[in-house]
């Protein structure tokens, strides 16, 4: 339609690279570019034989696709106590995967890595599951660097005791890390040629790495120790099977776009990084207002990444203050499970942070006090 | 980004209608006009209470959430025995529905609205399920008003037998029509009042609708008769909860250029009549030159719609053709079931197209006789 054609500026694409279908799995461009910068973002890749990226229409695509691929009725998937509720709906819901959970914190408020192993091990299943999503939605932490090494020796001990595992590391938030002690790398560069018996998985997406959250562009990465290049085709042509009979194929006009953007743009980078700082002092006013308030109903949990952090309200009722900050102040929350609070800081300006954070210790003293 | 913004003639979209999520189910402005423009081309469906179409992945995307929400393992599904072949990917391998296959073409070379009406009463369940894909694919063939009107009347009596239906309509080709005879309103607008026992789903699209193909756009629209507007919202929610499952949202930069073009292009209905034209010129040809061919390897199905037409090869290996026909000549058809080829007359120039089919019947010859 020469009407959509000319919302774009005169000949920077061709008709094709808009209107046409793309590829099954993706642009194949934009998969070897992707790939390249993942290697770029997260070094220890640089040497790993693993897949070429797949597309897929945005990260829950992915997620989708894995529960359909690896995911039956009744096989245990372990899951950190706070997660995206999407999680229990795709694999609790829709794949009927038997969810087994642990507390995301151990005593010490760092990952609880130990928790992790117990539930691993508490499978009496050989193949189980696991989902990692880092930083963490809700609670905006990633473990240090210490913690994933212990997460990679407890892995390796549980594979020890004869089982095989899945591990899905669900990258949505990758990079916004803000304390130097915060592993870097995704938990995939470590997992994705340690064991024959273990099957890394990573789904990230430029949602939110490359700032477009409308453009549905996510991404599927596959290794394991030992694998032939005939064991990760047949995961590829899996994938494409499986995407075929999901969408068919992903949206070309935001590959194009996205492609074009990170060939020859000339702001992608300043753009970024300014993003980046802009989140990283929201991030820290955030930290700096909570060290002057106190209170009995609300509890931080420990954060030290992503968009977001989480509040315990210590038994009392997460919805009933959702609804109360909503009516009373217009300030939208996400209550999870009733017990947790999540602020999505990245969407106040930095002026408002304190006001945010301050309306909402002062309405836990309202309806609990 | 800004890269990725400056792609867009300036001014001619906010930041948040290419970059932001779009609202699951879709962007309501692009839905309510999707659902006036269901009206304008089907003028029947002016008095119907059916729900205003939610947007999908495209219309994959919509079969997909339609299998996961009304298809369980072992439900019998109807079908004519010449379909698109993700059909069986979608229904019968994924969500292990039994297949009941009914022959296209009756007799007198029509609608085989007798065999469709026994394979409904074949099935020993009480809830049947039927997908009707007109213009068909891969044949190019829809009903006539009278064929309709049959169809109609076929429904009407598998209820009485004490049957459910549920008709499923893939509408994907939907205004390729180029006879007078051709019914030209979708059967979902016959369907979606007709009785209380049936339930009527339409699954269309933007994407050769609006000649929009690597845009993910489609919609699912449903009605049955007495529907309440409870019913209708529950199906709704259910609807945006699967679409919450698979996809999270759909792609945001192509709702705004299609809905932008839909309301304000100058030039939306000349191309589209122009594109028509053509389609139907080439139509023609293939009529004309089929004319001329005589051949007791290929016997052409009749066809009067869509972007292209079968031959049934007569016993003969569709897939010998299909590797003969690329191998020794260049050119690309389809092969299904290893009865049938599709050619696909939309993607050829009228001035190649006697050579195309000229080719295609000495192929035969050449390694048949």
Redesign the interface.
Known sequence: ????Y????PS??SPKE?????PGGGDKELRALWHEYQIEKNPTLKTKAITQPLVT?????GM?LIG?LFVDNGDDLVLPNLFWD?YD??YG??FGANLIYFNFYNKEEGFNVEGMKQALLSSKQKNVRILLNFPNNPTGYTPTREEVDQIVEAFKEVVASGKNILVLSDDAYFGLFYENETAKESLFARLCDLDEHIFAIKGDAATKE???????IGFLTYGFKGASKVALDALINKTL?AI???????????QS??L??LK?????KA??ERTFKEMESRYLEVKEVLREQKSKFLKPYPFNSGYFMAFDTCGHSAEELRTYMLDKYGIGVINIADKTVRVAYCSVEIDNIEDLITVLFKAAEEIWN
Request: include cysteine.
């Open positions: 339609l020469t009407d959509i000319s919302q774009f500026v920077s694409f808009i209107f046409n279908y793309a229409g945005g990260l829950t695509h989708s359909e999407n709906l795709i819901e829709k490359e700032m477009v959250w409308g453009f549905r099977g075929r009979c999901t969408v068919s194929n992903c949206d070309r006009p935001g776009l996205l074009k953007a020859e743009g000339k702001n992608v753009d970024k």
